[in-house]
């Protein structure tokens, strides 16, 4: 028989997408399930967007330009204007979701066998865009006792060799919430430079931000223009998971050229996804506003509730709309299953993502879940109150 490769082999599963058979097997039992697993909001698509869609003309369904149409990458350019961050559309490569983009800067980048830092825990898929990349992740441990706080500077260096190549963000971050502060940002453009490394930052969720807390784009920070790589979704900003539209940005020449290259191997973003992300951009600021607001109350609903969960400790976000929560159990990954598989509390249960798969280091996270505050609030609660049952009568 033949065999799969290793590096298949290797590939982790999602964390958020592997309990979904058991999710489906309780619905198919009658049970409701709650979805706190997955970072879907349920804020509505702007109209903009789906009218693009529906009313525009086109008779042939044709290739966009590989890095993405003229139009649409000169007001990308003109949005990031708007956020005090100076690109060009030259410097923007359109993708398939920031997935792709994520892929073509760890392929753009660096070689199998080379590092890439990240602070843990981090998106889950990190992992596996580094897998299949053939890049080794180097974690820098956050905990959920001082809120996933970036570590010291000097925990990075200490884990700097001669094969690393970049350090990894997200900010505002998933799975923690949490938000770099601009002097955090100038510090670590300070290790990139004189590491001569790159700094990838995952800004996907910079319109999420609280408090009056503000997003600091790495390519704000002065004299990082080679160094710095963004990736950036309209996923989560316009309530558009499913049109798979992304970008790559960087003022480094060199890297927009590689990028470009494995580009042109999937030769084009969709096209129908453009034209919504386009229409996207005449979002008015209000929306998000409004967002933000709904979201901080959401946040807040739902560190109250789980607060009052003996046992159960939470960091608060600054940012994005998700939460770690430590729970008073040993293994989350059972403790998920179980609450699809064998619990229900008058007819309905709730679906988590188990931390363990957002860390690299092995043995981190086991007793923690992800929690997405996507849903409206008196879900939040209902869901909150069953997983506060669910915990009392759970044996380990």
Known sequence: MPSISKKGLSMPESPIRKLVPYAEAAKERGIEVIHLNIGQPDIKTPQVALDAVKNNDIEILSYSRT?????????????????????????????????????????????????????????????????????????????????????????????????????????????????????????????????????????????????????????QEKGLEKNAIVVDSVSKRYSMCGARIGCLVSKNDEVIKTALKFAQARLSPPTYAQIASEAALETPQRYFDDIKKEYVSRRDLLIEELNKIEGVKVGKPQGAFYCIAKLPIKNADKFAQWLLDSFNLNGKTVMVAPAAGFYATEGLGLNQVRIAYVLEKEQIKNAVHILGEALKVYKD
Not at 166 to 180: H, K, Q, S
């Open 67 to 219: 890095e993405g149409s003229e139009e649409y990458r000169q007001k990308i350019a003109k949005y990031y204007a708007k956020n005090d961050i100076d690109v060009t559309a030259s410097q923007i490569i359109v993708t398939t979701g920031g997935s792709e983009a994520l892929a073509f800067a760890m392929n753009s980048i660096a070689d199998a066998g080379d590092e890439i830092i990240i602070p843990e825990p981090f998106y889950a898929n990190y992992n596996g865009f580094a897998t299949a990349s053939g890049l080794n992740v180097v974690p820098v441990t956050s905990t959920i006792e001082n809120n996933f706080a970036l570590p010291p500077i000097e925990e990075f260096e200490k884990l700097i060799t001669p094969r690393t190549r970049a350090i990894l963000i997200c900010n505002p971050g998933n799975p923690t919430g949490y938000l770099y502060s601009k002097e955090e940002i100038k510090k670590l453009a300070a290790i990139v430079k004189k590491h001569d490394l790159f700094l990838v930052a995952d800004e996907v969720y910079r319109e999420f931000t609280y408090e009056g807390r503000e997003h600091y784009s790495i390519i």
